[in-house]
């Protein structure tokens, strides 16, 4: 439990901030996830955004010396499920993509992800967005003082899995503060009444990733980017939270 920091209210307060950044990003990107954008052109508008409100973009440069996150934001495409570089790939008509956003703005972080759908998409898939979107609802509503963190991840894989879809397992929420990863690690999946007591004070954020087939991933050789092992789409939804005496507050809403 040491490990865990508490953060202040203060400190709640510039996190507040930040995930105010990261909202108003998002929505400066709506408009333009649309078919014919390439996602090098969503990257540049996320990081003139960033950059003008006087914040750092997290991810950039984010990583290893060797290979270090080359981009602003994640932009991970259809069965791509997380940490997909922006390039010169154009969206097209049917296309999902999962935008990551976080920024460093007086010293602390926000984080947070949405998934947008490009026109008009398949039935099938507009129902993995619903649900993947439902289950962070569900995971959020759990948390308050004293639920454990198996709680959260029990309230995403009963959804997600009784409706047929794969939780990723490998790919985590996580604690937030004065860095960007922290203690507790924040799975979305799990058992009730198991895990980390929650207490006021702390912050993290909620992240689950949901797959249209099995819950199993693959690593590309850029070292960064990962897809669906059975190459069928995923989505994800984020929001960093600080548990509150009386529940939690979305910090990235």
């Known amino acids: 439990m040491s490990r865990v920091s508490l953060k202040s209210a203060h400190e709640i307060e510039a996190m507040r901030r930040a995930g105010a950044l990261v909202a108003e990003t998002f929505r400066i990107l709506d408009p333009f996830v649309k078919p014919g954008v390439t996602l090098a052109e969503l990257d540049r508008i996320a990081e ?7 914040a750092t973009p997290a991810y950039l440069g984010y990583g290893p010396r060797n290979n270090p996150f080359p981009a602003t934001i994640c932009a991970s495409v259809n069965e ?5 570089i922006p390039d010169g790939r154009v969206l097209i008509e049917g296309d999902i993509i999962g935008v990551d956003i976080g920024v460093l703005m007086n010293g602390v972080y926000g984080d947070a992800c949405y998934t947008y759908t490009v026109g008009n998409v398949a039935p ?6 619903d649900t993947t979107r439902e289950a962070l609802t569900a995971g959020l509503g759990v948390v308050r003082p004293n639920a454990r963190t198996g709680d959260i991840g029990h309230a995403i894989q009963s959804l997600a899995e009784g409706r047929g879809y794969g939780v990723v397992r490998e790919y985590t929420g996580h604690g937030i503060g004065k860095r960007l990863h922290e203690e507790p690690t924040i799975y979305h999946h799990g058992a009730r009444y198991t895990g980390l007591k929650l207490q006021p004070g702390m912050v993290f954020t909620i992240e689950p990733m949901i797959n249209l087939g099995g ?4 690593l590309l050789g850029d070292g960064w980017t990962v897809i669906t092992a059975d190459k069928k789409p995923s989505a994800q939804f984020e929001h960093t939270l600080a548990v509150t005496p009386k529940g ?5 809403l």
């Open 48 to 54: 003139e955004h960033i950059r003008k409100a006087g």
């Open 248 to 252: 939690h507050e979305i910090l990235t």
């Open 124 to 129: 099938e898939i507009q129902a993995l967005v």
């Open 80 to 84: 791509v499920i997380c940490h997909g």
């Open 215 to 218: 819950p199993e991933t693959r």
